[in-house]
């Protein structure tokens, strides 16, 4: 600092060496100082923290207003038991239906060009973008028509367990599809292309390259799938109803618990949910950093930087070998 | 031969117009152009990957156009090399033999036959992620040539190198087309490249190609 202010030009000539250039021409203060950081990460942080409490606080609440005693005796309920066995078998069922439809359809919107492409794309959208309620509606009155009428009669879906599976299925799988699109879209078509070139067929190329390589995408298109189905309630009301015993789901539990006013049961199942809910979360966020199911994907992050000193030795040995 | 009888083919902004051109067999042709004058789209389309709206391409004398990418009997190397990311580079040698049935004793042979030819040996267990940018190029060439392919066809096999690997690659190319007598397409945009591999130079312009030069002596 010193050597820069103007103080210091008297004693420039003094020395042996010539000044350098910069100091002969250019002024000596700083000319320009950017603006500190600080205010930006701080607003940043204000704005994060604010909505990371809200969440915490909501379920800090919960906690707060239900109390364990009431968690136990909810536990203890026979109606809830059977919720909890038909929420976890239903999501699971409709999370494996809605991986088995979302991968083949966002492979065919991400990778395959077709006349009325941007009208499929929408259609694939409505399930987000329309209420909930509406969806239960809807499907009721399909099941309500003539070829499926028949079908509801035989096997009995609507106001019944299939019902609860097809609410599902019809929501979770929109974002399932998303997903895997969205998964599609990031990878590169090369690697297809040369194994096309090697002498796969498509299935070929589909099955031993671009799924093995879409595994997060899978296990995102599935945990997303999952915890919808775990959650949903409007198209299960209305096309499954609120029997007990019957189509009693978790959040269907909530609901009637609220009905007769019982607001310290609703809360125990809603925390019942919440912690199935991060129980799954966490599960799959171990198996996806898990060195068996994604190596490449932490192994590219560590490796960048490290390996390229590493590369000198290994060019050694390469031109050993061949020349 | 690689031989492409006015070829047009259409790829989003620009298009490629009647393409007229041939390699003969056995010979390291070169086709230079700037970027984004359509040699990706030409390499494609000669491998089948494309389809051209008119035009014939014809490998060694029979009209290939319309047959799928396999049947063509190209080995492919694309720009980046374009490896399995979840493959070890025994696998990316031994992929094409897997599709093709070959018995597992084939396959160890002619996987260690490869991995001598292009200098892979030592790194058959690893995964791409690790690998440099020489070693990758050296595994994709190691699988384009793994079927035994008669026509090779290389996008920028050379560009994302530093000067050694370049230097290294440039001389394994050289060898393994006077061993194995495929016949080459490389595409780049590097002049000093074309001037130390090419047998036979093409020059690609506005989508058309507009010189060939021979230096087979």
Redesign the interface.
Known sequence: MPDVSPSARPAAPASPRPAPAVSADLPLKRPFRAKADGPFYLGLSILAGFYVALIVAMLLADVYYAGLGHFGRILASPNIQFAIKLSLLSCCVTTILAVWVAVPVGYLMSRVKFRGKAFVDAVLDIPIVLPPLVIGLSLLILFRQTPLRALDNYFGIAFDKPAVILAQFAVATAFAVRTMRATFDEM?P??E?????????RS?AFW??VL??SRMGLLTAATLAWARSLGEFGPILVFAGSTRQRTEVLPVSVHLHLSIGDIEGAVAVSLLMILMAVVVLVVVRVLAGGDWLD??FR??RR?RSP?APG?AP??E???A??D | MIEARSLTVAAGAFHLDGITFAVPAGQYGVLMGATGSGKTTLLETICGLKNPLIGQVILHGLDVTGWKPGDRGIGYVPQDGALFRRMTVRQHLSFALWVRRWSGEQIRQRVAELAALVGVAHILDRRPHGLSGGESQRVALGRALSFGPEILCLDEPLSALDDDSRRDLVALLKRVQRETGVTVLHVTHNRVEAEILADYRLRIVEGRVIQTESFAA
């Not at chain 1, 292309?193 to 067929?201: E, H, N, R």
């Open positions: 590169s090369r690697q292309q040369v194994a096309l070139t090697l002498g796969c067929s070929q031993t390259i093995p390589e190596r490449s192994g590219r490796s390996d590369d290994l060019k040995g390469e031109g070998s061949h």
